[in-house]
Structure formats: structure tokens, C-alpha cells
């Protein structure tokens, strides 16, 4: 039996959107700048000027107006620009960026009913078409206007002259004082907003432009066997400055462990005289918020930094998230530590390398979140004493999340601190930390030799990179002794520091660069009798010093605004 077919009434939808605003039926698209579909903030520099672009346009014949909307995020209220139209559906607008936050902005249009009319009956007066009703609904739509009380006076003038005078009412009401009035105050339909709010981060000019020098406070000191002191720092303080630099990088001031303490070159042995390294940080004399005694008291650090401000100095720190086995952190949070099942506890490893004077903390599980709160803390405990500036060791071996959100808890209080990621790492990574907040980032730019290498470099850290990622180029680390510069002799660190000062906005040297410090151990890239593991006292008026061009190109870096970025 064959069966008729039925007819099924159709359901009603659900309007997508509102028919009394028909907000969307102005599109936008292809906002820029943007990152990650809007997931990653951009950067920029307080006093810079933002260049917002998209693609806008409407249904039919109708005009239409652009604002590029935006605030520092605290702000409730949005400020707006007016964006100008290029081609092709193209507008573009701009704002400046005039604080230290992060901002929000966006872009919202609408069919601006007035510009619409006023085409429309240009073209109708160019073509001697009868006015009368337009010109009418052309001053109700003046008379709709709703400008602030500043601006009601102006409304009331237009009208008047209007109503008084039809011969001249076309005049008026195409004038282009009458189309500025209303493209502010006049009625906007079908108002849309994309559908993003964008982040921008406006940081000061130092986390774009700064040039770094590198020492250990241990070796300021004029006997090797003798600890340098803070008051040893403070007396280089004017040689550091004079050769141009503006930032002073210590690697970590903590109190050292005494449990399986390095001895020279790395030796897992260690005399009594070895200092050990100081990247194992912590033991009976405190922790992260300690100082190594030997480098004097926390008063004594306090006048360090009022000493280099004075100097136009910044003193930045080391941020390093590990432990010696005699850290303070380790008999009061045992739960933030990995132990064997023999209950000893796991050292680091980094495998064929050991580090048996460090072990490493676990951020999940019950380390969370007591642990991520303790090492905030730890940051805002030196931000207390004035450090504005913390270079972070090692990066790219914690979570992602965690920087993330200690970058931002820090930086809503403080704008003003920035991080450098001191990351060596694969790609992805090092760029991923930029993008969750990162200010600064060391590079490959140590290991860019040849010409076509560098440039093709370059280009890519000038690509959609820019946005987000800036460059810091080391010429040289305490990790990091270059073949090139072992190979090269005093040439090649006058090379070396030319490239990375002209083409990065952030440079540094780690000091003992500029006297040409090269001898490796053998077949590595590290330095014979690192200062990682000793005091290390220097000539630095030795024979054959490149001094002299260092200050020369900082000065030059100063001197021309073009070098200020990369």
C-alpha cells in the first residue's frame, strides 16, 4: 500500500539576531592587528600609536561610519577614534597608547543615515530633481540628533537657520559642518561591534630598548680569594655605565647550598674554598628571598640600588625556580618536591648533563597552588626592595600556565616590571612565551653566523613575530661561549657586538666580552674555569680590550631613534 506524502509545517527559528536593531547587518572583518585570532596580546611601547585596520561594510547603497574603540583595561567606559576609509572596504583608525597597561580595543560601525541622505540628495540637486520632502526628512533627521549638552546649542542653530530660510536649506543641510555635527551626534542604525575585545600591552620603553651588562657580585673583588661584596659592586657601577649601559643583570645573590656543592669547571667535588655554583640556590642562611651572606645585608643591597639609580642604572635579578638540597622550601613543603622510593629526593637532570647540587619543584598535584603563591611572592618580595627588571632562568622547563599567570598577577599591580625568558629552546616554545606575556626573549642570534643566516633571522623576528616576541641579543652568557667568538679573536667580538647592537632594540654582553675572553673547554661551547664555579677578577684595561667600541655603540644606539627596536 503506497502511502500519500505528508506535509510537515516548518518550525520557526529562533532570529540570530535583533530586528529592531538588526545589530550585524554591518560586517566586520579582518581586524589588525591581532595575533591567534585575538588570543594573544600585542605589544607596544607607552607613546606609541596604534593602527587598527578592517574590513567593514553593509548591505545596498547606504553609508556607513567606523570607530576603533578603546581603554586601559581598568576603565569601564571605551574612548573611540574615528576610523577613515581606504579602498575596498578597507578603513583604518588609530589611538595612543598613554599609560603603562594593558589595553582593550575593537572596532564597532554602524549605517549612518544622515551621510546616506546627504549622497542621495547631492545627487538628486546635481540632477535638478525637486528637494522639498527630502530636505524635510533631512531636518527631522537633525532634529532626531541627541548631542551632549555642550553640543545642544549647535543643534538648535542648524535648526533655526533651517526653518528660516527653504531657499537656503539645501545649502545648510549638505554643508560639511552640518555632516560633521551629525556624523557625531546623529542617529546611528544597525550599530555592530566586532566581536572581540583585542588586548594591546603598552610597556615602558626600557622592555623595547635596553642594553645589558652581565656580572657576578661574588667577583667584584680585587683578591679571587677573597668574596666581592655589594660595596664591590657599587664601585663598578661607573665603569658599567660609562660604557653605555643601562641595565645591570646579576645572576643569583642567594645564600648556596653546601650538599653536593660543584667545585671548579663543574667538578662534583668541591674544595672548602669553592663557592659553588650559585644557581643552587638556598640552605641554612635562607632562601629565594635571601641573600648570600658573604655579599653583605639586605641595607647593603638596598644601597646598591639607590646607588645605580643614581647612576641610571637598573639592577635586574635572576629568577630561578630550583633548589639546592639544603633549601629552607625543602623541610617545610616536602610535598612540593619529587622523592624516589629509596626517599631520597630526585636531583635535576637534564640527561647526558646532571645537576646533583639542584633538585626541581613540581607545580601540580599537591604543590598547587601553595607553591605558585609562594613564588609570586618570591617576585614581589624584590619588587618590595626596588627590582623592577627579573631575567628568568630557564623558562621553557615550567608550565605555561604558571608564567602566564604570575606575569599577569604581577604585572596588573606593576605594570612597570618586566621578564626576559631566558629560553634556549625549540621554537614553538620560545615563541609561546612571548605570546602569554614574556617582555623580552633571548634568541638564536649567538649561533647566526653567516650573512644569509642572520638576515633570514632578521626577517622573520620582523614578521608577524614583531607583534609580540622582542628580541634580546646576548653576544655571549656564562653558558654560552660561542665557536664563533673561540675562533675569531678580537675581530670577531667587534663583529659580533656591532650585529647585535644595531639590529635589536635589547642587547647585552656578559662581562669579561670586552676583553676578548674566549678559551673554551675543550670541544664545548662553554668557558675554561667558568665563573659559574669561581671568583673571577679581570684586567679590564688588559691589551687588546674593544672597550672603546662598545661605548661607541651604545652611543650610537642612543643617539638614533631608529635603533630603538628591532
Request: some cysteine; aromatic content about 10%.
Amino acid at each position: 500500500m503506497t502511502r500519500a506524502p505528508t506535509t510537515r509545517t516548518p518550525r520557526a527559528r529562533t532570529l540570530a539576531v535583533s530586528p529592531q536593531t538588526a545589530e550585524g547587518r554591518v560586517i566586520i572583518e579582518a581586524v589588525v592587528p591581532q595575533i591567534d585570532c585575538g588570543e594573544t596580546p600585542i605589544k607596544r611601547i607607552v607613546g606609541d600609536t596604534l593602527e587598527v585596520e578592517a574590513d567593514v561594510f553593509t548591505d545596498g547603497h547606504e553609508k556607513i561610519a567606523v570607530d576603533v574603540l578603546y581603554r586601559p583595561e581598568r576603565e569601564t567606559e571605551w574612548r573611540r577614534a574615528r576610523m577613515q576609509f581606504l579602498e575596498n572596504d578597507r578603513w583604518a583608525g588609530s589611538f595612543t597608547l598613554d599609560e603603562n597597561a594593558r589595553h582593550l580595543y575593537t572596532v564597532e560601525a554602524w549605517r549612518d543615515p544622515f551621510a546616506s541622505w546627504q549622497a542621495g540628495v547631492q545627487k538628486k540637486r546635481d540632477a535638478g530633481q525637486n528637494l522639498t520632502l527630502e530636505l524635510e526628512n533631512g531636518l527631522d533627521l537633525v532634529r532626531q540628533a541627541k548631542p551632549p549638552r555642550t553640543a545642544a546649542r549647535a543643534k538648535d542653530a542648524i535648526i533655526a537657520e533651517a526653518e528660516s530660510s527653504e531657499a537656503e536649506r539645501a545649502t545648510l543641510l549638505l554643508a560639511p559642518r552640518v555632516l560633521d555635527f551629525m556624523s557625531a551626534h546623529g542617529r546611528r542604525d544597525n550599530v555592530s561591534r566586532y566581536g572581540r575585545e583585542l588586548v594591546v600591552i603598552a610597556d615602558r620603553k626600557a622592555a623595547a630598548f635596553s642594553s645589558w651588562y652581565e656580572l657576578f657580585p661574588r667577583s667584584q673583588t680585587e683578591n679571587p680569594r677573597q668574596h666581592g661584596t655589594f660595596a664591590g659592586v657599587i664601585t663598578q657601577l661607573p665603569y658599567v655605565r660609562d660604557l653605555g649601559f643601562d641595565v645591570l643583570y646579576f645572576p643569583p645573590i642567594h645564600p648556596i647550598g653546601k650538599k653536593n656543592r660543584k667545585g671548579r669547571n663543574n667538578a662534583l667535588s668541591a674544595s672548602p674554598a669553592d663557592p659553588g655554583s650559585v644557581y643552587a640556590i638556598g640552605s641554612d642562611e635562607g632562601g629565594h628571598d635571601a641573600l648570600h651572606p658573604a655579599l653583605g645585608t639586605m641595607d647593603d643591597f638596598l644601597r646598591l640600588i639607590e646607588s645605580a639609580r643614581a647612576h641610571d642604572l637598573e639592577i635586574a635579578l635572576d629568577f630561578a625556580i630550583q633548589c639546592s638540597p639544603d633549601h629552607p622550601w625543602i623541610k617545610e613543603h616536602p610535598e612540593w618536591f619529587e622523592w624516589r622510593k629509596d626517599g631520597s629526593i630526585a636531583y635535576a637532570e637534564n640527561p647526558p648533563k646532571k645537576y646533583e647540587d639542584i633538585v626541581n619543584v613540581q607545580f601540580y598535584g599537591e604543590s598547587f597552588p601553595s607553591l605558585w603563591l609562594a613564588l609570586r611572592d618570591v617576585v614581589l618580595f624584590w619588587i618590595g626592595k626596588g627590582v623592577r627588571i627579573f631575567r628568568v632562568d630557564n623558562p621553557h622547563t615550567k608550565p605555561i600556565p604558571f608564567w602566564r599567570w604570575l606575569i599577569e598577577e604581577v604585572n596588573r599591580k606593576h605594570p612597570d616590571v618586566f621578564f626576559l625568558a631566558e629560553a634556549f629552546t625549540r621554537p614553538p616554545m620560545m615563541r609561546k612565551l612571548a605570546k602569554i606575556g614574556f617582555q623580552q626573549s633571548y634568541t638564536y642570534f649567538t649561533w647566526r653566523d653567516e650573512k644569509w643566516d642572520i638576515t633570514e633571522y632578521i626577517n622573520e623576528l620582523m614578521g608577524e613575530m614583531a607583534e609580540y616576541y622582542r628580541p634580546n641579543f646576548f653576544v655571549n652568557t656564562p653558558d654560552i661561549n660561542p665557536l664563533y667568538l673561540q675562533t675569531s679573536g678580537r675581530p670577531g667580538f667587534i663583529v659580533r657586538s656591532t650585529l647585535a647592537a644595531m639590529l635589536a632594540g635589547n642587547w647585552g654582553i656578559y662581562s669579561g666580552f670586552e676583553i676578548c675572553e674566549s678559551e673554551p673547554l675543550p670541544g664545548r661551547e662553554e668557558y675554561l674555569d667558568s665563573e659559574k664555579y669561581e671568583i673571577r677578577v679581570r684586567d679590564f684595561n688588559a691589551p687588546g680590550n674593544i672597550k672603546d667600541h662598545i661605548r661607541a655603540l651604545n652611543r650610537i644606539r642612543q643617539e638614533n631613534p631608529a635603533l630603538h627596536d628591532v
